[in-house]
């Protein structure tokens, strides 16, 4: 099977969670890092850490019963792990019917989406994905490039976002912007932010941006160190 790798806007997107068990938990979490207008989780039994997270999330409204059919009203995307796997069904059948995303945990068959084994540096997202093959597997991978990509990441990603705007407004041709946002991204730049060597990054920048930048480099290094 082969799915399009792509990361979604849910901002003003309305979702729902059926079944929130120990896998349903973790899903919440990572639907609340992406700030939808309203996360709906439909769990009979909820336990305290789902009762807690949904009195500190405005966005997460939690009804203690089981799946309704009505519940899909309006939803954009929609998670299921009711451990039913007659509900999980009938929720990918009603999804696939009214053209909803839709996520059944553990069932890749049953899915429109599948969610790739996460975790971020930051703004730098990393996904890994057997596409739906082997979710250890996924899990696997994932913490290898852990040990490879370190907090530094992070800091680059912030580097980046701050100087790459700076740059283009220069207007400088495609091949001069390639190659500075190239050295940025080296090695060395790297290794600097690894140490936290502020001199030192102030002297790869000064070697590495034009002249008219080199007035921004102080305000850069003091909102990022």
Known sequence: ????????????????VAGAGEVGLRKIRRLIDAAPQEILVVEPNPDSDLVALSRDQDNLRLER??????????????????????VNREISR????????????DQPEL???????????????????????????????????????????ASLTRLMGRLRPLILELGLDGETNKAIFRSLCG??????????????????LRNTLPGQLHSEIGTVLDELL
């Open 1 to 16: 099977m082969h799915y399009f790798p792509v990361s979604i806007d849910l901002r003003d997107r309305k979702c729902l």
């Open 65 to 86: 019963r089981v799946f309704r059919p009505e519940d899909l009203e309006d939803r954009f995307l929609v998670i299921a792990s009711t451990g039913d796997d007659r």
């Open 94 to 105: 009603l999804c696939r019917e009214g053209n909803i995303l839709c996520n059944i945990v």
């Open 111 to 153: 899915c429109s989406f599948i969610v790739p084994a996460l975790f971020r540096r930051g703004e730098l997202s990393f996904a890994v994905s057997t596409g739906g093959a082997s979710p250890a597997l996924a899990r696997s991978a994932r913490k290898r490039l852990q040990d490879c990509f370190g907090p530094e990441y």
């Open 187 to 204: 090695d060395e730049v790297l290794g600097a932010l690894q140490r936290e060597n502020r001199e030192e990054l102030e002297r790869l």
